[in-house]
């Protein structure tokens, strides 16, 4: 019932910027923590940076200073604002959520996940 799809994810020289997005749809009653994590190839998957229903934010020490979280609870859409990218920012980005579903049900979803290559 609940999907998250992502998008914003491309080419970019390095140095430059990219805004993600991740927008839930779907059997929503509420909505958690929101995060993004990226996996490079030939390594495991790795916490870029949580937000929670609050606002309270949380990065990686890679990202510190660099990238920004955010979310719209109207719009059901968390995203991820990432300057200076550096070549080793490469990898396939996923969203992810905690969703309670249904009433009494809760889980967390990923997305498909957006390329974000940084390149010259």
């Known amino acids: 019932q609940v999907q998250l799809v992502e998008s914003g994810g491309g080419l970019v020289q390095p140095g430059g910027s990219l805004r993600l997005s991740c927008a839930a749809s779907?059997?929503?009653?509420?909505?958690?923590?929101m995060g993004w994590y990226r996996q490079a190839p030939g390594k495991q998957r790795e916490l870029v940076a949580t937000?929670?229903?609050?606002?309270?934010?949380n990065y990686a020490d890679s990202a510190k200073g660099r990238f920004t979280i955010s979310r719209d609870n109207a719009k059901n859409t968390v995203s991820l604002q990432m300057n200076s990218l550096k070549a080793e920012d490469t990898a396939v980005y996923y969203c992810?959520?905690?969703?309670?579903?249904?009433?009494?049900?809760?889980?967390?979803?990923w997305g498909q996940g957006t390329q974000v290559t940084v390149s010259s």
């Open positions: 992810n959520s905690v969703i309670m579903y249904s009433v009494g049900y809760r889980q967390a979803y």
């Open positions: 779907g059997s929503i009653l509420g909505i958690n923590t």
């Open positions: 937000i929670s229903s609050g606002g309270n934010t």
